[in-house]
């Protein structure tokens, strides 16, 4: 390169081999880390998971027609119905009168005893799925003759 051609490069602003950072890249940049932090909160959910354990937990499901509550039995494996994944074995089971007073219905209570990634803040997780009790929290499991949905009535560690 000549000299007067380095004298008119310099004079635009323009440096050979200068690095410059324009507006476009700062969003750009920004956006990425954005995106990463959401997907790490989005895949960890913000749970400290500290030992594996096993739990026991008790799921109710409500209206259960009586012909289909000979279709669960102890020692049967249970998966999430929606991929499949195991979640655990059925350890004890027990037909209650129906919460909802309807003659031909009855409640089932199934307890599941799982092996489970116990957090610091004491959050059950197994196969990713968070294991709460209260009425808002529905779970939709089955076993291999058996799908069944209902809320976690209580979680023993």
Excluded: H
């Excluded at 700062?26 to 749970?47: R, S």
């Excluded at 499949?84 to 005893?113: C, F, H, R, W």
Aim: with cysteine.
């Amino acid at each position: 390169m000549t000299e007067s051609a380095k004298k008119k490069d310099a004079a635009d602003g323009r440096l050979r081999g200068a690095f410059r950072v324009t507006a476009a890249d700062v969003i750009i940049i920004a956006l990425a880390v954005i995106i990463a932090v959401g997907l790490y909160a989005y895949l960890f959910g913000g749970i400290s998971v500290g030992e594996t354990d096993e739990i026991t937990f008790v799921l109710r499901v409500e209206s259960v027609r009586e012909e289909f509550t000979d279709r669960i039995s102890v020692g049967d494996g249970v998966y999430r119905a929606s991929d499949g994944e195991y979640i655990g074995t059925v350890s004890a089971y027990e037909i209650q009168n129906s919460s909802a007073s309807e003659p031909d219905k009855s409640d089932l209570y199934v307890t599941i005893t799982a092996t489970a990634e116990v957090g610091d803040d004491g959050i059950c997780v197994i196969s990713g799925t968070k294991i709460l009790s209260g009425s808002d929290y529905r779970y939709e499991l089955r076993t291999t003759d058996f799908y069944f949905e209902g809320g976690i009535v209580s979680i023993t560690k």
